[in-house]
């Protein structure tokens, strides 16, 4: 059974119903089903929701053939679309449609690990707009990017 993070208003795992303080999605189940709209990320990229709750996300992708450039590196944009996913998670957890307005990443180092992961949380939420942090690492913990996302709120 996944753990639930009080603090934070987290839960995770592999579909276990845990019920948390988020206003829009009830268990993680409903959080997957909703942003499994986002065919690319979730099925092209093979991006999975680790962990969901109020402003906070953490997503992951197994390294594939797929994910990977000419340079048999982890290309920019996986990354990339991991990082945004995670965002979408995390600045729509309260039932406020957001969409990403700009986006700046930073790319730290190559992906080297099997696993890549990535974390959103907000530095600031506003009315209108909102800035998150996202930041992608691999299973060893090392650092590969840094991602700010401005969200605008639609709806």
């Known amino acids: 059974m996944g753990q ?3 603090s934070r208003g987290v839960f995770a795992g592999k579909g276990e ?9 009830k268990s993680i189940d409903e959080v997957r089903e909703y942003f499994s709209g986002d065919k690319f990320a979730t099925e092209a ?12 996300a953490k997503c992951r992708f ?14 920019g944009g996986a990354i990339y679309t991991l990082a ?18 700009s986006s ?9 690990g099997k696993e890549l992961y990535a974390e959103a949380k907000p530095i600031k939420e506003g ?10 690492y691999d299973e060893n913990d090392r650092n590969v990017a840094y991602a700010t996302m401005t969200g605008a709120h639609v709806g």
């Open 4 to 6: 639930t993070d009080q």
């Open 17 to 25: 119903e845990e019920i948390s303080d988020m206003e829009k999605f």
């Open 45 to 56: 990229a093979g991006i999975e929701i680790v962990e969901a709750g109020v402003q906070y």
């Open 62 to 75: 197994r390294v594939e053939d797929v994910h990977l450039n000419a340079a048999n590196v982890v290309m």
């Open 84 to 101: 945004d996913l995670t965002f979408a998670v995390a600045a729509n957890s309260e039932g406020v449609h957001t969409v990403t307005a």
């Open 104 to 112: 700046n990443i930073s790319f730290l180092a190559p992906a080297t």
């Open 127 to 136: 009315r209108t707009i909102c800035l998150y942090e996202v930041r992608v």
